[in-house]
């Protein structure tokens, strides 16, 4: 895989991963009974982007590598995948 490849496929892991990651560790202003004039007490309390930032670089480089090891370690690839599941399809010969 080029680098090229990689980086595409880094920015978009890492964007799905923000959009998974982003509501975990989120207090909203209802949760800790201070909901600021003008605003919804569903609003989050505080910033917490660059933790979520952080989570979503963390585990998107986790993800990133078990592909890569899956790919170039395990030499699997895409084409690989209906083989990985057992065919249950077929009934053993007695």
């Given at each position: 895989?080029?680098?090229?490849?990689?980086?595409?496929?880094?920015?978009?892991?890492?964007?799905?991963?923000?959009?998974?990651?982003?509501?975990?560790?989120?207090?909203?202003?209802?949760?800790?009974?201070?909901?600021t004039l003008g605003t919804v007490s569903s609003a989050p309390?505080?910033?917490?982007?660059?933790?979520?930032?952080?989570?979503?670089?963390?585990?998107?480089?986790?993800?990133?590598?078990?592909?890569?090891?899956?790919?170039?370690?395990?030499?699997?690839?895409?084409?690989?995948?209906?083989?990985?599941?057992?065919?249950?399809?077929?009934?053993?010969?007695?």
């Amino acid at each position: 895989m080029s680098w090229v490849s990689f980086l595409a496929l880094f920015f978009i892991t890492w964007w799905v991963v923000l959009f998974a990651i982003l509501p975990f560790s989120l207090r909203t202003q209802d949760e800790d009974e201070d909901v600021t004039l003008g605003t919804v007490s569903s609003a989050p309390r505080g910033p917490h982007m660059l933790r979520a930032v952080l989570r979503t670089t963390i585990v998107t480089l986790v993800l990133l590598g078990v592909f890569y090891g899956m790919t170039r370690g395990l030499g699997l690839g895409i084409d690989d995948i209906p083989h990985i599941v057992p065919d249950f399809s077929q009934s053993p010969e007695n």
